[in-house]
């Protein structure tokens, strides 16, 4: 599975984003998929996860109520939609896949395909 994240960009305090992710291959669909960030300096961190029918969903309580992960299996895309946004959330973002497809995962080693990530500046 190879997966290509896009959408990052600049973006003032209180802005919003949509970020994009799109998977080759057939079994996209059978995968839990789930949304990571990483700001300079720190560690890897989860952000949001959706199941593989994207009848569930789980945040981190950083972005809970601002971001909204979801998933089109038609296109193999899933999608964070970033609303309110903070000089915090400033960070490379990366979607991950979970073939094992169990409960929803926030340790980044459950995922085991990653993307190369989008870069998210939001200004003060």
């Known amino acids: 599975v190879q997966l290509v994240e896009s959408g990052g960009r600049l973006v003032q305090t209180g802005g919003s984003l949509r970020l994009s992710c799109v998977a080759s291959?057939?079994?996209?669909?059978?995968?839990?998929m789930g949304w990571f960030r990483q700001a300079p300096g720190k560690e890897r961190e989860f952000v949001a996860a959706?199941?593989?029918?994207?009848?569930?969903?789980y945040y981190a309580d950083s972005v809970k109520g601002r971001f909204t992960i979801s998933r089109d299996n038609a296109k193999n895309t899933v999608n964070l939609q970033m609303n309110t946004l903070k000089p915090e959330d400033t960070a490379v973002y990366y979607c991950a896949a979970d073939p094992l497809a169990r409960s929803l995962r926030a340790a980044a080693n459950d995922y085991d395909y990653w993307g190369q990530g989008t870069q998210v500046t939001v200004s003060s």
């Open positions: 959706i199941s593989w029918s994207g009848g569930s969903t």
């Open positions: 291959g057939r079994t996209f669909s059978r995968y839990h």
